[in-house]
């Protein structure tokens, strides 16, 4: 009988001390409840809090799950918690350094399937189900969006809405993206479209390294598949400060564009 395919699902994570555990622990049970192949990978963006101690004791732990008190069947879930340790701060780098990882894995086969959520689990973790289903029925990428018809958000902050939306406005504008959501913190793909993706895609660190992808993934004529999503922000006021977050994109923006007229041709042109 195959295998089934494992998911790897990256955190990045900064000083995460207070949330990293319960994030971890609450996707595990998950995951092994519904007998989901997957390995967690904790990427740190360079904590100086006591976020490591804690990546490695949450690594150990799942490494040595008593099979005495736990069924066989969910054993057979193989699922595995992993840390990597970076020096330098951006969820982009720590994107692509997983990704990367993943590719060039020593110990075992790289998994067939990769993609990010953020350590709060803003994103509810159930919705893992049918972005894994999905994921083995060939769907090559599949994303949350808190802006479709059926999404829920909850506590979102007017920063983040403001940022969110006038981000999202400013690509259909400019770039004539047809997805919705841009933003959202839950993006899952097939790990040799995600190593396809990063081939084309700048080397930026910034948050805006996870919206590339997609912006590319659509000019190169690849499918995106959106799910709405319940989505749960915390009640802490957001840090965000909006005027440099659009300057920040909006030069990206810019200079994608200039980008897709020299380097990339999509599929049906080439």
Same mark, same amino acid.
């Given at each position: ?78 699922? #595995? ?6 020096e330098k701060r951006g969820v ?148 965000? #400060? ?16 200039s980008r897709f007229k020299a ?8």
């Amino acid at each position: 009988m195959p295998k089934a395919p494992v998911l790897n699902i990256i955190f990045p994570v900064l000083n995460e001390e207070k949330r990293l555990a319960a994030g971890i622990d609450k996707a595990a049970a998950f995951l092994l409840q519904e007998q989901i192949p997957c390995i967690l990978t904790i990427v740190d963006n360079g904590s100086s809090d006591r976020t490591p101690e804690i990546a490695k004791h949450l690594c150990a732990r799942y490494a040595s799950l008593d099979s005495s008190k736990v069924d066989s069947a969910i054993l057979e879930s193989k699922l #595995k918690v992993e840390y990597l340790r970076l020096e330098k701060r951006g969820v982009g780098l720590a994107l692509r350094s997983a990704i990367n990882h993943n590719a060039t894995r020593k110990d075992q086969e790289p998994c067939a399937f990769i993609g990010y959520m953020d350590i709060d689990l803003s994103t509810d973790i159930k919705h893992i189900k049918e972005v894994y289903t999905a994921l083995c029925a060939s769907t090559q990428i599949i994303v949350g969006s808190r802006l479709l018809k059926g999404a829920k958000v909850i506590g979102r902050s007017l920063k983040r809405e403001i940022c969110s939306r006038g981000l999202n406005a400013v690509l259909h504008a400019v770039l004539k993206v047809r997805f919705s959501d841009a933003m959202c913190g839950f993006k899952f793909y097939h790990a040799s479209t995600a190593e396809l993706l990063k081939s084309h895609c700048s080397d930026d660190d910034g948050w805006f390294y996870c919206a590339q992808m997609l912006i590319v993934a659509e000019h190169l004529g690849l499918s995106i598949t959106e799910i709405p999503i319940r989505w749960a922000d915390e009640a802490t006021e957001s840090k965000v #400060k909006i005027l440099p977050l659009a300057r920040t994109y909006l030069r990206e923006i810019w200079r994608l564009r200039s980008r897709f007229k020299a380097e990339i041709q999509p599929r049906d042109k080439a």
